[in-house]
C-alpha cells in the first residue's frame, strides 16, 4: 500500500501563483510513477500533470502545459506541483495519485491510479 496526503491548496486570485505537496508512505517512493489530478465540482476528474518514477519524463495537460510543473524528490519521498498564473477554471479539488509498482505508462488515465490523496482544495478568484 502506498499511502499519499496532500498539502498546499487555499483560495488565491487570479494570476498568483500556488505550490502543492504530496508526501508518500508505505512503499519505495522511487518505484511509483505519480500522477496530479483534480475535479471541479460538477465534472469529472481530470488529468493535470504526470511524472515517471525516476522523474525524467513529465507530462501535462494542455489547459495547464506552460503554467504548472511537476517534479518529485525521491529523497524525501514527495511530488509537487507548481502552479503560476493561476486561473479561476483551475478551481477545483487536486489529489496526488500513485501508479502500480513499476508502471511508468498511461500517466494520464485516473483508472490506471490504484493509489489516492484525499484531495486538497484550490478555489481561485477572479
Known amino acids: 500500500q502506498v499511502q499519499l496526503v496532500e498539502s498546499g491548496g487555499g483560495l488565491v486570485q487570479a494570476g498568483v501563483s500556488l505550490r502543492l505537496s504530496c508526501a508518500a508512505s508505505?512503499?519505495?517512493?522511487?518505484?511509483?510513477?505519480m500522477g496530479w489530478f483534480r475535479q471541479a465540482p460538477g465534472k469529472v476528474r481530470e488529468f493535470v500533470a504526470g511524472i515517471t518514477s525516476s522523474g525524467v519524463s513529465t507530462f501535462y495537460a494542455d489547459s495547464v502545459k506552460g503554467r504548472f510543473t511537476i517534479s518529485r524528490d525521491n529523497a524525501e519521498n514527495t511530488v509537487s506541483l507548481q502552479m503560476n498564473s493561476l486561473k479561476p477554471e483551475d478551481t477545483g479539488v487536486y489529489y496526488c495519485?500513485?501508479?502500480?509498482?513499476?508502471?511508468?505508462?498511461?500517466?494520464?488515465?485516473?483508472?490506471?491510479?490504484?493509489?489516492w490523496g484525499q484531495g486538497t482544495q484550490v478555489t481561485v478568484s477572479s
Open positions: 508505505g512503499r519505495t517512493f522511487s518505484n511509483y510513477a
Open positions: 495519485a500513485a501508479k502500480g509498482l513499476y508502471d511508468n505508462t498511461f500517466l494520464s488515465r485516473a483508472y490506471e491510479y490504484p493509489y
